[in-house]
Nanobody
Framework: QVQVVESGGGLVQAGGSLRLSCAAS????????MGWYRQAPGKQRELVAT???????NYADSVKGRFTISRDNAKNTVYLQMSSLKPEDTAVYYC??????????WGQGTQVTVSS
């Protein structure tokens, strides 16, 4: 069984910062990409940032320069440092883990709310 658990969401004022964490555990092997997606009310889930095991990153244009993704491969953990937050960043943030065996795992989500 695989568990993907996010933490670190909350309420913050515009311009503030938050750090999300996500840990994958259980019978999970050869993780390739770990990343973050978000879904705002009434909108589709969208990519925020991903990072491969080799360190290649991909960011949504809307968060470039404000968000930084990092990971600890030894701990199967990925982080998202979010700075200069805007109200439009308000969403449920989901962690995603994709393995070399094409297994795709999602966390339960963590709410991020940015007040204006």
């Amino acid at each position: 069984q695989v568990q993907v658990v996010e933490s670190g969401g909350g309420l913050v004022q515009a311009g503030g910062s938050l750090r999300l964490s996500c840990a994958a555990s259980g019978s999970i092997f050869r993780i390739n990409t770990m990343g973050w997606y978000r879904q705002a009310p009434g909108k589709q889930r969208e990519l925020v940032a991903t990072m491969t095991s080799g360190g290649i990153t991909n960011y949504a244009d809307s968060v470039k320069g404000r968000f930084t993704i990092s990971r600890d491969n030894a701990k199967n953990t990925v982080y998202l440092q979010m700075s200069s937050l805007k109200p439009e960043d308000t969403a449920v943030y989901y962690c995603n883990t994709y393995t070399a065996y094409r297994n795709n795992y999602w966390g339960q989500g963590t709410q991020v709310t940015v007040s204006s």
